[in-house]
């Protein structure tokens, strides 16, 4: 049975239409990948998962209880803890103290008023950021903060981790460090989900891929599987061919090295 | 029958009116995202110069228009835009909210020291022409501003559609980048916004001035009714904005011509557009949540407790100190200036931690007097239940709007603050219509402070423990996710952090220190009436805040003291009494961005003089160390701005 399910979901947006009858499941205990060209959708969709937007139509389903409707900080009580694609980091405050409010939080009202002692630097370290554990939030670079918000979200016990671009910002060393603890984090019991533009590393951790274009899932299966779908292929090869922005070009290109072969 | 068509003509000339104004403010909030509070004052300083032109220097009316409505007002606005406004769409709510209140104090002090206190009057056009229908009588100004509304109307329609100019309005909402990258020019989109809404706002200024007078603040508070009508098109549709308009306009007209005009209820006419607005702000849609870039404000240091404990005495030393030196009449001022400083600790919580801004934390005050000057014989449960009931009344306010994000709460505390002032304020069962309650002095532990100066003392040290109240609060954890959620509400939320309780709470706690001052206010003056608690005063409170430092409880004791002194300033050289306005206002506009104000100077010019005094000692006293505690500057001379140490770390 899958933990989270996506069913027949819609998002519009005044007149454009985000995400378009979109279902997909994530199992238990898996890391599963949400891939697709910019503005597929992918956002949209993390969005209405943690409750940070309401669907126009369609359900939301956590081990088959409908959640479509429940406020975001409902929703991380059940277990979901999220990163941003645009950071959202505690500017004012250190590093560590980001990952200390998580846990504040977490601890609710009766929390607020024990004393503040929580040592969070083993999260820090783990996700390989505490020299900069002093150093205030808005200061430190993009993928300190891209981690800072992995750390944060750790910290608050999640069950179901939804990463948006994790490796973006991150340097090849430091992206081969997060593909090993994203399956470290699996193997705890955790269940990922990811929106990743970085094709080696989905392809090489996910258990699971589901490819969305426009707003509409087109393909769901094993890397293998995924790889090998001439839909898929035709998505990303046809942005290809229009010749978009050098940004679609360069998430593209991962995908056009590993599928050249199957081309009708 | 002929009453009824009377009233709703009236009503359709008032919605006429509301609807221009409104108007205009819909077009500058939703090209530029900035909501200007100042947009009424704006069309009364306008219907002032336009009085100036054609009654002071007698000028043709069609020139004097003309001249106003496209030439002055627009540039002004302008101006405005390019000097005041610009770059504040990146800015939290709370700044830009900030910065046109601000800009609103300033005008009414500007139209108060060019054009002081007299009997003008302007003409209607046209004035003595009549059109008949029936029994009914319609004038020709009233024709004239029904038509205007509909000449606006379409102009609007057909800039916004028609035109290039209109397109790139439209589009400087949604993506100003992107805008900019096809080729337009989205500062040049705000500033015809701006031109636009300006000549708008003049435009219903002087159409009104014949009918409610020429004064400073009743035009300027004409706003509330185009806020109300604004909000009913969410701030983006004028359509629904001009129905908005016509509705309040009717609502109004009704409710003068069919409420009761005596009793409990006669204050119910005058708030009519006050409750339309809260009535449009429940009933608004969920605000989504805005997801954004990692923001962080530079905020003063938080100091050590020992040494905010150690210039706490300190202050009640002085106090006492002043008790003995000064005269009674002198010793009220000192416990008025602690009573704003309590206040301002409140907002200090509340816009300085918190994010938010509050429009009403006088009417807060008032109802902790209230409560206080109800009590028999006050002591410290009395007061600690003002505070309560104070504080209970914070969170009904908060409560209806709990959905609501930033500018829609700040708008709700506005027209709560209006509807207090109005109505409950002046009501019998509170201070009466312009009446006064008596209230005794405290008693502590069964002794009663009944001399002015101690009781002064005593306000003093209930400043001092608000203050560090205030402190423990932020130094502890409750204060870090006070921080977190001003920073990025959307993350605390997704970590499971229920933002709308947190709001409750943070207004309930502020509205509870802000009735704590009112109440011991009661008891220093020992008559309090509606008028101290008045609607403007909340709004030179949140200004003085801001210029002195809303993020630190120095800036709350220093704009206290000067909040206090405003007035006698004021009443002492009636001459400068617009200008001191000017000063606050604008200083609050250039200072608006930067919430932590002069308080927050003078630290780090504490901390350059201690830094100084160190190397100098060191030089000529090579091998000593200075004695300790000398060598850190004043204490909240550690309250200062580093980009790298953390506040509350």
Redesign the interface.
């Known amino acids: 049975m899958s933990l989270l399910a996506v069913e027949d979901l819609v998002v519009r947006f005044g007149g454009v239409t985000a995400v378009d009858h979109a279902s997909f499941e994530v199992g238990p205990g898996t890391l599963t990948g949400l891939i697709g060209p910019n503005g597929a959708g992918k956002t949209t969709c993390f969005?209405v998962i943690?409750?940070?937007?309401r669907p126009t139509s369609g359900r939301i389903r956590f081990r088959g209880r409908d959640i479509t409707r429940s406020?975001?900080?409902k929703?991380?009580?059940l277990g979901?803890?999220?990163t941003?694609q645009?950071?959202?980091?505690?500017?004012?405050?250190?590093v560590?103290?980001?990952v200390?409010?998580?846990l504040?939080?977490?601890?609710g009202v009766r929390?607020?008023?024990?004393p503040?002692v929580d040592d969070v630097d083993h999260l820090l370290a783990r996700v390989g950021i505490a020299d900069y554990a002093?150093?205030?939030?808005?200061?430190v670079p993009t993928g300190v903060?891209r981690l800072l918000d992995l750390a944060?979200?750790l910290a608050?016990r999640t069950s179901v981790l939804l990463l948006d671009e994790p490796s973006s910002g991150l340097d090849e060393r430091e992206t081969a460090g997060l593909g090993a603890l994203l399956r470290e984090l699996v193997a705890e019991g955790r269940t990922v989900l990811m929106v990743e533009h970085d094709m080696d590393l989905v392809m090489s951790v996910c258990d699971g891929i589901t490819v969305l274009d426009h707003g509409v899932v087109i393909a769901a299966g094993t890397p293998a599987e995924v790889r090998a779908d001439p839909l898929v292929q035709q998505a990303y090869l046809g942005h290809c061919d229009e010749g978009a922005g050098t940004e679609t070009t360069s998430e593209i290109e991962p995908v056009t090295e590993t599928i050249p072969t199957v081309r009708p | 029958m002929g009453a009824f068509a009377s009233y709703t003509l009236i009503g359709l000339f008032t919605g006429a009116a509301y609807s221009i104004a409104a108007s205009g403010l819909v077009l500058t909030y939703s090209t530029t995202r900035i909501f200007n509070v100042a947009h009424g004052a704006l069309g009364m300083v306008f219907a002032f110069v336009y009085w100036d032109f054609s009654q002071r220097q007698g000028l043709p009316t069609w020139l004097s228009l003309v001249l106003v409505l496209l030439v002055v007002a627009p540039v002004g606005g302008v101006l405005l835009q390019r000097i005041f406004v610009s770059g504040l769409d990146d800015a939290p709510v709370s700044v830009s909210l900030v910065v046109t209140v601000g800009l609103l104090v300033g005008l009414i002090g500007v139209a108060t020291q060019v054009w002081p206190p007299a009997a003008r009057s302007v003409p209607e056009f046209f004035a003595g022409h009549v059109v008949s229908f029936g029994d009914v009588v319609v004038t020709w100004h009233q024709l004239i501003t029904i038509a205007a509304s509909g000449v606006v109307a379409g102009g609007l329609h057909l800039l916004l559609t028609r035109t290039r100019a209109g397109t790139a309005m439209r589009a400087s909402v949604d993506n100003p980048g992107l805008l900019e990258l096809y080729g337009g020019r989205p500062h040049l989109a705000g500033a015809l916004a701006w031109a636009i809404g300006t000549s708008l706002a003049a435009l219903a200024g002087i159409l009104l001035t014949p009918v409610i007078g020429l004064q400073y603040y009743d035009l300027t508070l004409l706003v509330i009714s185009a806020y109300a009508a604004a909000m009913l098109g969410r701030l983006t549709s004028l359509p629904l904005t001009f129905a908005g308009g016509m509705a309040l306009g009717l609502a109004q007209s009704y409710a003068v011509g069919y409420l009761p005009g005596g009793g409990d209820l006669a204050g119910l006419r005058a708030v009519v557009p006050t409750l339309f607005l809260f009535a449009v702000i429940v009933l608004m849609p969920q605000s989504p949540l805005r997801v954004g870039q990692v923001r962080g404000i530079v905020a003063a240091r938080v100091p050590r407790m020992r040494s905010a404990g150690g210039w706490g005495l300190g202050l009640v030393i002085l106090v006492i100190a002043l008790s003995f030196l000064l005269q009674p009449g002198s010793m009220l001022l000192v416990g008025t200036a602690a009573t704003y400083g309590i206040v301002m600790l409140s907002l200090v919580l509340l816009t300085g931690y918190g994010g938010h801004v509050s429009l009403a934390q006088f009417s807060f005050a008032g109802v902790g007097a209230l409560a206080y000057a109800k009590l028999d014989d006050p002591n410290l449960l009395g007061l600690f239940l003002a505070a309560l009931t104070a504080s209970l009344v914070g969170a009904l306010v908060a409560i209806p709007v709990l959905r609501l994000t930033g500018l829609y709460l700040a708008l709700a505390t506005l027209a709560f603050a209006e509807l207090m002032d109005k109505l409950v304020f002046q009501s019998s069962f509170a201070f009466g219509l312009n009446g006064t309650l008596a209230a005794s002095r405290m008693s502590v532990l069964g002794r009663r402070i009944e001399g002015t100066g101690s009781y002064t003392v005593l306000m003093a040290v209930f400043f001092v423990l608000v203050a560090l109240v205030v402190l423990v609060v932020r130094r502890g954890r409750l204060g870090r996710v006070l921080i977190a959620a001003r920073d990025s509400e959307t993350a605390c939320s997704t970590l499971g952090l229920d933002l709308r309780w947190l709001r409750v709470g943070m207004f309930a706690g502020s509205a509870g220190i802000a009735g704590l001052a009112g109440a011991l206010y009661a008891g220093l003056r020992q008559t309090v009436g509606a008028s101290d608690f008045g609607f403007f005063t909340s709004l030179l409170l949140l200004l003085m805040a801001v210029v002195w430092g809303v993020t630190s409880v120095t800036g709350a004791a220093l704009g206290g003291v000067f909040l206090a002194y405003l007035p006698v300033v004021q009443a002492d050289h009636q001459a400068l009494a617009g200008l001191a306005l000017v000063v606050l206002g604008f200083g609050a506009v250039a200072l608006g961005r930067d919430p932590n104000g002069l308080a927050n100077r003078l630290f780090v010019l504490g901390r350059w003089a201690s830094r100084t005094l160190e190397r100098e000692w060191t030089r000529r006293f090579p091998g000593t160390m200075l004695p300790p505690g000398q060598g850190h500057g004043p204490d909240m001379g550690a309250e200062e701005v580093t980009a790298d140490v953390v506040a509350g770390s």
């Open positions: 969005d943690t409750g940070l937007q406020p975001a900080h929703r991380a009580h979901f803890g999220r941003f645009r950071l959202e980091a505690f500017g004012s405050l250190s560590r103290d980001n200390r409010v998580a504040d939080i977490g601890d929390g607020l008023f024990r503040p002093d150093r205030r939030a808005d200061s903060a944060r979200a608050s």
